[in-house]
C-alpha cells in the first residue's frame, strides 16, 4: 500500500517526548489554519505516493539511533487505511508510535488505540470546542463535536498524551480562559509558541512570537492542569 507523504526526517529530539525519533509527514490536511508552519502539506501539492514497506525498512535501519516514529502532517486521520497499516509495520519492527493529530476522525482514533498500535498521541485543541471559535483559528468549526469525541477517547485511552495550544497573538491568545475550562480534565496541557517563520497565511509572518514572560502569563489561566511552556528556547514545566 502507498500513503502520501511530504518527507521523512531521520532524526529528531523534539518530536517524540523524551525520546530520539524519525517524523513521518502525512501530506493533505481538512484545517486551514492560517498559522500553520507546515504550508506545503496542508494542500498536498507537494507529496510523493510512498510505498509504506519502503517506509518502515528504511526506518528500521535506524532502531539502533531511534526509539520511535513520530507520523504527523498534514492530517494523518485522513488515510485511515495507510496509517494504520503503518503504525502496524513500525510496531512489528519494534518502534514506538506516536501520532500527531487534530481530532477531527475520533472513529480512526478509536481504532489505532484498540489494536494497540499506539504509544502516544500529541492533539492539537486550537480553540474553545464550538464551531466560531474553531472557524476563525482553523476553518475547523465542522469538526468541534468530533474534535470533543477524540479529546475524550485520548483522556480514556490509559497511553501517554499531550493537549496542546498553538498561542498565536491576536488570533487565540485571547480565548486562553475558555480553553482552560474545555481541557479542565487533561492531566498535561502544552502551551506552543507560535513561530513565524513560514506560515500558510503569509500575513501571520509579520506577526510577533509572543515572548517567554508572555506565555508564563498565558499558562495561569490553566489552574487545573500541569501546564508545560515549549518556546525556541526549550520547555518549561509550571506546577499547577
Excluded: W
Amino acid at each position: 500500500m502507498k500513503i502520501r507523504i511530504g518527507g521523512i526526517l531521520d532524526f529528531s529530539s523534539l518530536d517524540y517526548p523524551k525520546k530520539m525519533a524519525s517524523v513521518v509527514f502525512f501530506s493533505g490536511c481538512n484545517f486551514r489554519c492560517p498559522f500553520c508552519h507546515n504550508p506545503e502539506l496542508v494542500d498536498g501539492k507537494e507529496s510523493n505516493e510512498t510505498e509504506i514497506d519502503e517506509i518502515v525498512n528504511n526506518l528500521a535501519n535506524f532502531r539502533n539511533f531511534i526509539e520511535g516514529v513520530a507520523i504527523t502532517g498534514g492530517e494523518p486521520t485522513l488515510q485511515p487505511e495507510g496509517l494504520k497499516e503503518l503504525c502496524s509495520k513500525l510496531k512489528a519492527v519494534g518502534l514506538k508510535v506516536k501520532l500527531d493529530t487534530n481530532g477531527s476522525n475520533p472513529d480512526v482514533l478509536r481504532e489505532l488505540l484498540e489494536k494497540r498500535l499506539l504509544d502516544f498521541i500529541a492533539m492539537d485543541v486550537k480553540a474553545p470546542f464550538e464551531k466560531e471559535s474553531y472557524d476563525i483559528v482553523s476553518k475547523g468549526g465542522g469538526f468541534t463535536d468530533k474534535i470533543k469525541e477524540s479529546y475524550k477517547i485520548i483522556l480514556e485511552s490509559g497511553i501517554p498524551y499531550e493537549m496542546r495550544m498553538p498561542v498565536v497573538p491576536g488570533l487565540n491568545s485571547e480565548m486562553m480562559e475558555r480553553v482552560s475550562k474545555e481541557v479542565k480534565d487533561s492531566d498535561v496541557f502544552v502551551l506552543e509558541q507560535f513561530s513565524n517563520n513560514k506560515c500558510y497565511d503569509p500575513k501571520f509572518e509579520e506577526l510577533e512570537s509572543p515572548s517567554e514572560e508572555e506565555m508564563e502569563g498565558f499558562a495561569k489561566n490553566f489552574t487545573n492542569n500541569i501546564v508545560r511552556i515549549r518556546t525556541k528556547n526549550g520547555e518549561k514545566t509550571i506546577s499547577k
